[in-house]
T-cell receptor, first 116, second 116 residues
Framework: GAVVSQHPSRVICKSGTSVKIECRSL??????MFWYRQFPKQSLMLMAT?????????EQGVEKDKFLINHASLTLSTLTVTSAHPEDSSFYIC????????????FGSGTRLTVV | GNSVTQMEGPVTLSEEAFLTINCTYT??????LFWYVQYPGEGLQLLLK?????DKGSNKGFEATYRKETTSFHLEKGSVQVSDSAVYFC???????????????FGKGTLLTVNP
């Protein structure tokens, strides 16, 4: 079955530094990837939709300059949290679909980011 | 816009009890409906889905029927196990059309705890 690998699973960084999170589709090509943020005991908030070879589409209220998304290949999308602050601490999850419009969403295992 | 409302937890049951988690939705058009499960510290796993009215999704003893007349997709299981303890999310995907990205809209999640 479709597998999405997300790395790292946990990261602790200092305020002001940047952190990159990778999301890879291991056995399929993903034209579309989604990035979500999940606060403790809350639902998933869609941050942005990443399309291979084009700019990401950000949801309202998400700072695109702070959360940089790059989808340079059909198997890799990255989310970079720039100049991280403690309020950016959260659980970030990616998901991927094999082709635009597919209902076959597969989720990564998530990244727990702690900014100290 | 689209929205998903699911019963708030936490839900605590004894092993072998019957489970129902209610989910209702608001959407334009004809969405696809999903139930996802999230175990502690992990990403989301698709539990079951239904793509049109009266469809029944089923997996691992869980079932949910797409009820267009009541805009509902309630999750049921006849006999829960301790290993079913997790957070359950109801979600919908709008049709989009024309190659759009079929975003998922999630409910807030319901924490289920099953005691031996």
């Amino acid at each position: 079955g479709a597998v999405v690998s997300q790395h790292p699973s946990r990261v602790i960084c200092k305020s002001g530094t940047s952190v990159k999170i990778e999301c890879r589709s291991l056995d399929f090509q993903a034209t579309t990837m989604f990035w979500y943020r999940q606060f403790p005991k809350q639902s998933l908030m869609l941050m942005a939709t990443s399309n291979e070879g084009s700019k990401a589409t950000y949801e309202q209220g998400v700072e695109k300059d702070k959360f940089l998304i790059n989808h340079a290949s059909l198997t890799l999308s990255t989310l970079t949290v720039t100049s991280a602050h403690p309020e950016d601490s959260s659980f970030y999850i990616c998901s991927a679909a094999p082709f635009t419009g597919s209902l076959g969403y597969t989720f990564g295992s998530g990244t727990r980011l702690t900014v100290v | 816009g689209n929205s998903v409302t699911q019963m708030e937890g936490p839900v605590t049951l004894s092993e072998e009890a019957f489970l129902t988690i209610n989910c209702t939705y608001t959407a334009t058009g004809y969405p696809s409906l999903f139930w996802y499960v999230q175990y502690p510290g992990e990403g989301l796993q698709l539990l079951l889905k239904a793509t049109k009215a009266d469809d029944k999704g089923s997996n691992k003893g869980f079932e949910a029927t797409y009820r267009k007349e009541t805009t509902s997709f309630h999750l049921e299981k006849g006999s829960v196990q301790v290993s079913d303890s997790a957070v359950y999310f109801c979600a919908l995907s709008d049709g989009g059309g024309g190659g759009s990205n079929y975003k998922l809209t999630f409910g807030k999640g319901t924490l289920l705890t099953v005691n031996p």
